[in-house]
């Protein structure tokens, strides 16, 4: 989570002129207020954390505060509110007609819940900018976790609330952080069905994520018919990920991105608030998803074989600690892995042997009737 992810991923995206396109504007987000934060998170809560910010406590173990995944800073407080203030800022936005498409690639901070930290999430960005949408209006709000950790913090903000439709693609809990997110995880009783998620098996690469993504989000955006759809682009499941168990590349979560302005466009009036998240490769596979993720964002992917420039790589490398002797090893020469993504729709038939389509099914076979869709058919 170190903060040069983010800055590499501002100088790549620069050095492909992204930001200079037609249409695009960069804003600077205010510090969010303690009311703001309050509109997704406990008043006790946001008091601890500016506590342990100023040094008045050390750590707050019991909110997750001081802990291994947590650990305090002098800024943690001011850091995570601005975050929180830029998706607040894309939501508000994309609700007033400002903008059609966002990217906050320093939120999706996903794992943070009401009165606790966790995962290296201190504030709930995708939460708080959900509440905002819901607050000036929005009936129906969209938000797709694509994250290799399953979404829980914003999934357990909205649980009970039938507005919201969350839908989490992950790593199963069996085997990885936080150890929830399965299918007959469904929603509170107010609002069952509202909350999906699709827990992969360990070792799932680009085919098997992709066909799960497609045999149940798009079917879910166009039944429940969402006015925005806020989508979180963690990349830690990339296949070079230090934390994870999947096998994906950066081509696969190129077309994640892809897909994800088809969705804003074809269920949710192309509206679209995109966030970062997890991504623990920093110099090698966060920077060129995310940069990725922004060029798609403006209507014009970046090419998946484009050329890197030069003048990156030598920052990126310096950035890296890398001497000269070792000069650019290990940092990219394009925005590709080098791989050729491929996926079986779900419409071609159903395996049940393998595991990705067990774990697929149980989720239709669980939540689709809440929407009026056939688990078999649909």
């Not at 979404?151 to 009970?160: H, K, L, R």
């Not at 925005?228 to 994640?256: F, Y």
């Not at 650019?328 to 395996?351: H, N």
């Amino acid at each position: 989570m170190a903060p040069v992810r983010l800055d590499l991923t501002y100088r790549l995206s620069a050095a492909f002129g992204l930001f200079d396109r037609p249409g695009v504007r960069l804003i600077t987000p205010e510090v969010a207020s303690d009311e703001l934060l309050a509109s997704v998170h406990d008043p006790e809560y946001i008091r601890s954390v500016r506590a342990v910010a100023t040094g008045e406590r050390a750590a707050d173990p019991e909110r997750g505060l001081g802990t291994d995944d947590n650990p305090v800073f002098p800024d943690i407080h001011e850091a995570s509110a601005r975050i929180l203030g830029g998706s607040v800022a894309a939501a508000q936005a994309l609700w007033t007609g400002e903008a059609r498409h966002a990217v906050n690639f320093a939120g999706g901070l996903h794992h943070a819940g009401r009165g606790r930290a966790s995962g290296f999430c201190i504030y709930n960005d995708c939460a708080a900018a959900i509440q905002r949408l819901l607050d000036l209006g929005a009936e129906r709000v969209a938000y797709v976790d694509l994250d290799a950790h399953h979404g829980d913090g914003v999934e357990s903000i909205f649980w009970n609330d039938p507005r919201v439709l969350t839908i989490s693609v992950h790593e199963t809990g069996v085997s990885l952080f936080p150890g929830s997110g399965f299918a007959n995880d469904a929603g509170g009783s107010q609002a069952l069905g509202s909350a999906v998620n699709v827990a992969l098996p360990p070792g799932t690469g680009d085919a098997g994520f992709l066909r799960a993504v497609h045999a149940v989000v798009p079917q879910l955006l166009q039944a429940f018919g969402p006015e925005v759809l806020v989508t979180q682009h963690g990349c830690d499941g990339h296949q070079a990920d230090p934390l994870t168990n999947l096998r994906m590349s950066v081509e696969g979560q190129r077309q994640l991105a892809l897909d994800a302005a088809d969705w804003a466009r074809d269920y949710a009036g192309d509206r679209w608030l995109a966030t970062g998240g997890g991504g623990y490769s920093p110099f090698s596979v966060v920077p060129r998803t995310w940069t990725h993720l922004v060029a798609a964002a403006t209507g014009q992917p970046v090419k998946a074989d484009a050329v890197i420039p030069a003048d990156w790589r030598e920052y990126a490398a310096r950035a890296a600690g890398l001497g000269p002797e070792e000069g650019l090893d290990g940092i990219p020469a394009t925005m590709s892995d080098g791989v050729d993504v491929w996926w079986r729709s779900w419409e071609v038939g159903y395996d049940p042997s393998d595991a990705v389509d067990q774990t697929i099914m149980a989720t239709r076979k669980e939540i689709f009737p809440y929407h009026g869709l056939d688990p078999w058919f649909d």
